[in-house]
Structure formats: C-alpha cells, structure tokens
C-alpha cells in the first residue's frame, strides 16, 4: 500500500487513527499497541503475503539475537552472538537483493552461464534491515535492555516508516508507544501532521511524478539528447527524485503526526548545501547516521590520520552506493560522493553562494548515474550535457510532460496555431522548473509547520484543500515511488 493511494488515505489512515484513539482513550493500552500491529502489517502485506511471512520471520529471529546478547553472561559469548545476528541479517538482505547481481558478475568474469534464480525482494528489507543491525549494535554495546517482542515488532513494523524509512533508532521509537501524551488526541499536532501530509502528497504527485514522465523519456531516448535536453535529465532527475522521497517522508512526518508517535525529518533543505560534505548532512541523514554510528566511527573514523580517513570515507559510500541497489552504477554513483566529501574543503575559499551552485550541479552529475542503466548509460548523458549541441531534443521531452490540467489549451492551441504549441510546452516546462525552485527557496515543511500552529489562516486553510484535491484527482494516474525497490 502506498501512501499517495485512496485506499491508503479514504480507508486504512481513517480506521487507523480511529482504532488508535478510542483503544487509547479507554485505557486499553496493550490492545492499542497490537492493533497498530496488525494495521502495519496490513499495510506492508499488502504488497505481496508471501513478503510479509519473510518480514516476520526476519523479526523473529532478530530478535531472538538481541535478547540473547542482552543476556549473555560472558563478553565472548556475547560477541558470537551480536557478531551471529549481524551475519543473519546481512546474510538474508545479501540472498534476496545481490545474489543475482553476484551470479552476473561470476558469469562475467569467469565466462560462466549460471541461471539468475527467481527471488522475490521483500519490499523495504533494506531499511528493516538497517534497523534491526542498529538495534542490535545497541544492545551489543549496552546502551540499553531488549524491549518485548511486540515492542520490537512495531519498531519494525510501524507503517509510517516501514518502506522508505527514516530508519529509525529503538530508542527514539519505542518508548513513545506506551508513552500517555501520544496516546491523547491533541488538535494542534494532529492539525501539523495533516499539513506535513498534504505538503508532501503535493510534491510526491504534483511536482515529482509530472517531472518523471520527461526524465523517463529522455532517458528512453539516450541518443536523442543534445547538451540543453541533457542537462535537463540531469536536473530533472535530481528534483524529481527529491520531491519524490521527501515529499513522502514529509507524508511519514505528518502521519506519525496524526497518531501521536513523533518521527525524526529525513531532509535539511540540501540543495542549500555548500560542498557534498555539507549535502550528505541534510540528504537522507536518518542513513548517513547509521552509516557514521555504525560503520565510519567503528572503522576509525577521522581519528586515525588521513589515508584511513580517506579509506574510511571510500567505504562508507561504497556501501551507501551497494545498498541503494545492486548494480555497478549504485557503486561508482557512491565512489562519486566520497571523493566529493573528500574534496570539500577544496571550494572553502569561494563565495557562498557560488559554493551552491557547484555543490548542486556536481550532486546532480552524480546523481546521473544513481537514475542511469549502467555507467556506460551514465557517461552518454554527461557527454551530451557538454557536447554543446542543440537538435531541438528539448521540445520533445516538453512534449512529454503532457499535463492533464492544460489539455484544454494545448488542443486548442494545436488546432488553432499549432506552430506555437511546442513553444507553449517548452514554456509549461520552464514554468515547472521555476516551480520547483520556489518550493525549494521556501521555509522547510517542519518550520511553516511550526509557525502554522493549531489556528490556521483562512488562506492556508484554502491553500491546502486546493493541494489536496488537485493531488486526489492527479492520483487517478499510474504513480511509483522510487524509493520501492531499495
């Protein structure tokens, strides 16, 4: 189940909030804690059944190994067993997600012909997988006792966060469950959770998946590209993908909102960053905080002098890049942002603002290679970017856009002057474009949410069931979330 659905928003949010709140309100606890587990489970089920028996087994088994830890009696037995569980965990998430990958490369290099097998990938394993490794580690290191199972069960399965994270720590997420503010309805958080909502249903529907429809084709059409139409996919795919998981993460934020169980931001305007060090603190920082807590600082971290610094920065984007998928291009995509963080401190001395230009547009070349097939795919696209060329390309992907809300006006323009009807898609395109800039130049959804407070004013009132109805109705269209296969 998605949350840009109407199943999602017309059914499974409404009987969600309801069971929650009036088991609450009569102090049945327990019973409100299970049946936000059964509704998590519903929602991830949802997807596939067969996903849901390999989620749960994974919990289960999971947790059998913090506990475990928790009680070891001895530091060796208790490294076998922390040691064990991260084995497991990486193990299933290496068997659904790479072992196709793996068999390609063998194929590849040693001239073999072994057959892909037919896994299916259990949708959002990365993400409940990094959580479950983070929550051993911390049991591992002391920092604190293993919950109940039902506990762990909806740290893990808790909907909100499930698929596209954060990836969340136990410690910031489990005691809110039983905590008695959450429990109560409270207008003004409920009222910034529908904000943060609706905020992020606009972008999700009615910025990101309008720019995919011209990224995608442009991308159909590699050979095609001349150096503006390039630089658009290049851009284009950069904010498309932007809009696309942080307007659901906004979602996330506002729904956990709704219910009562607060869930840390995921993005710090990062296209106000000053150098890829500076983006990698506001991008996805939920995994950029695993990564640092569990990998970076363990390694070494920057303590150590700069060759294992530099080593240690190498492998934490090595890995970022593998776990984002399992191709190449994830990796040299990766490869990319380490030696970006490495060179920061080389622009120190330009001005500001000329620092965010290049952040942005080196961040956007990377990023290519994130959205392109293989590498190969990816140095076509920055090829035609500075071959300085122009074949009109660009009107075409214009073309592409197709939105719905003028179609009124480009059939009658296409009747009536048809020579001016590419000119006006180009237009829609820019138009589009200048859009997203103003979204991204505006105050983040957390602070207009705060500065929102319970008393809306008539105008945002307005402002948001415009957003809301215009993102129901652009919905009837075919939509994805990016983010789905990782």
């Not at 929550?135 to 109940?148: I, K, M, P, T």
């Not at 001395?349 to 097939?373: D, G, H, I, P």
């Amino acid at each position: 189940m998605l949350f840009h659905s109407h199943i999602f928003i017309f059914l499974f949010l409404p009987l969600t909030l309801a069971g929650w709140y009036l088991l609450n309100r009569y102090q049945h606890k327990k019973l409100a804690q299970g049946y936000l587990i059964g509704m998590s489970l519903w929602f991830y089920g949802y997807f596939d059944f067969s996903c849901l028996w390999i989620f749960l087994a994974e919990c289960l088994i999971g947790y059998f190994f913090c506990i475990q830890v928790c009680r070891a009696k001895s530091d060796l037995l208790k490294k076998i067993l922390f040691f064990s569980g991260c084995l497991f965990h990486l193990g299933a998430l290496g068997y659904f997600k790479y072992t196709n990958f793996f068999l390609e490369n063998v194929n590849a290099l040693f001239g073999a012909d072994y057959p892909f097998l037919s896994i299916v990938l259990p949708v959002g394993i990365s993400f409940y997988t990094f959580q479950q490794l983070a929550y051993l580690s911390d049991c591992f290191r002391g920092e604190y006792e293993a919950c109940s199972f039902w506990e762990y069960l909806l740290f893990l399965a808790y909907f909100p966060q499930i698929l596209q994270g954060p990836i969340l720590l136990g410690k910031e997420l489990i005691p809110q469950f039983s905590q008695e503010r959450n429990t109560r309805f409270e207008i003004e958080r409920f009222t910034k959770g529908v904000f943060h909502f609706v905020i992020g249903l606009s972008k999700k529907v009615l910025l990101a998946d309008t720019l995919a429809r011209a990224v995608d084709f442009g991308y159909e059409n590699i050979p095609l590209l001349d150096s503006p139409s390039a630089l658009f996919l290049a851009v284009g795919y950069m904010l498309e993908l932007y809009f696309d998981f942080s307007g659901y993460c906004d979602m996330a934020v506002g729904i956990g909102k709704m219910i009562g169980i607060e869930i840390p931001e995921n993005f710090d305007a990062p296209f106000r960053s000053v150098s890829v060090r500076d983006f990698w603190r506001r991008w996805h920082i939920t995994l950029g905080r695993f990564f640092t807590k569990y990998v970076y600082i363990p390694l070494g971290g920057s303590r150590k002098g700069k060759v294992r610094t530099i080593r240690n920065t190498l492998i934490v984007f090595l890995l970022s890049g593998l776990w984002h998928g399992a191709s190449w291009n994830f990796v040299f995509w990766g490869f990319l942002h380490g030696i970006g963080v490495l060179a920061s401190g080389l622009t120190d001395s330009f001005n500001r603002r000329v620092r965010q230009v290049l952040t942005f547009f080196y961040v956007c070349f990377a990023f290519v290679f994130f959205r392109a097939a293989s590498i190969g795919e990816g140095f076509s696209v920055l090829k035609a970017v500075f071959s300085f060329r122009w074949n009109g390309f660009l009107f075409q992907i214009a073309e592409s856009l197709d939105i719905s809300e003028v179609y009124v006006f480009t059939k009658a323009l296409s009747m009536k002057a048809p020579v001016l009807l590419q000119w006006a898609q180009l237009c829609m395109l820019i138009l589009l474009l200048a859009v997203c800039a103003v979204v991204l130049l505006k105050k983040k959804t957390a602070v207009m949410a705060e500065e929102m407070g319970v008393h809306v004013k008539r105008g945002q009132a307005v402002l948001l069931a415009v957003l809301f109805v215009w993102s129901i109705l652009s919905m009837t269209g075919v939509s994805t979330f990016l983010y789905f296969t990782f």
